[in-house]
């Protein structure tokens, strides 16, 4: 059974919709309301969602925490990965999402982790998908999608307390100057109110555990991405260093028919002041495809 999905929708349930799939341990909150008003404003509905295990969407029942060094080794080792749920379930997620709002097609978007999700949703669910964004993600080839030294440690890391929410606050506040983007910087004052919101709304590390167990599990996608139909548009930040730029060209480079846009000065964030930017460059793509 699929855990309950929590979810807004913006603008007229009657316009075409862009479906928001957002990353790794990320929030519906971690799209940015100017960027969804941006898409609204063109002529769209907007769905954006918490992904299972994050939020204020279900648990995995047991609720246990992944060994992620174990995970990671097994990869290495190109071993089978135990995952409580895959990808593909995560897919499974967001069409019964669309089943629930009556919406048969959606032009589809992801960031990051929500990137690969969205590619196995073109992929296995093609009669879903009008368009397909790619952001920030990677083709699951590992010898191009290997973050920095200090990207890799920001990640990985874990706030001194994880039980107060300032010190969470503050941990994720380092974590994003990590990995933000250098050409479009945002201040710290920024930075606080925006993870205050989503710490306050809902905070569960093993959740997103689970979750990174779940994209390790699912190893090279490359044969997968061939398959997929829809128009695509694969944006990266020349400046990520938690997903390299070589991994968005690697994306691009298995997707029939993939436009690459790269952004200078990006990281591995959503800067306010890429918004109009970024929300131009997709909502074009999806007014170029037919309903």
């Not at 609720?63 to 071993?79: F, G, W």
């Not at 879903?128 to 990985?156: D, E, F, H, Q, W």
């Amino acid at each position: 059974m699929n855990p309950h999905i929590e979810h807004e929708s913006l603008g007229d349930p009657s316009h075409p919709a862009i479906v928001l799939i957002m990353g790794l341990g990320m929030q519906l909150v971690a799209w940015p309301d100017s960027f969804c008003n941006a898409l609204v404003a063109r002529g769209f509905r907007v769905v954006r969602f918490d992904n299972r295990d994050v939020g204020l969407s279900g648990r995995t029942p047991g609720r246990k925490r992944p060994n992620l060094v174990l995970a990671m080794a097994a990869a290495a080792l190109h071993l089978p990965v135990r995952s409580p749920y895959t990808l593909e379930d995560m897919a499974g997620d967001t069409t019964g999402l669309m089943d629930r709002l009556g919406i048969a097609r959606a032009h589809i978007v992801g960031a990051s982790m929500g990137g690969m999700i969205a590619q196995v949703l073109a992929a296995k669910f093609p009669q879903r998908v009008l368009s397909l964004t790619s952001i920030m993600s990677t083709s699951g080839n590992r010898k191009l999608s290997k973050p920095s030294k200090a990207a890799g440690k920001a990640l990985l890391a874990r706030p001194a307390d994880p039980n107060d929410p300032e010190v969470v606050i503050e941990h994720l506040v380092h974590t994003f100057g990590v990995i933000g983007s250098p050409g479009f910087p945002s201040t710290r004052e920024e930075m606080r109110q925006r993870i205050g919101r989503a710490v306050r709304r809902a905070y569960d590390p093993p959740g997103v555990a689970r979750q990174l167990v779940a994209v390790i599990a699912a190893g090279d996608r490359r044969k997968q991405l061939k398959e997929i139909k829809a128009p695509t548009l694969v944006i990266h930040g020349a400046a990520d260093p938690l997903v390299p730029l070589a991994a968005g060209r690697d994306t691009a480079a298995h997707i029939p028919g993939a436009r690459l846009e790269v952004i200078e000065g990006m990281g591995h964030d959503f800067p306010e002041a890429l918004m109009p930017r970024l929300a131009a460059l997709i909502a074009d793509h999806c007014a170029h495809v037919a309903p």
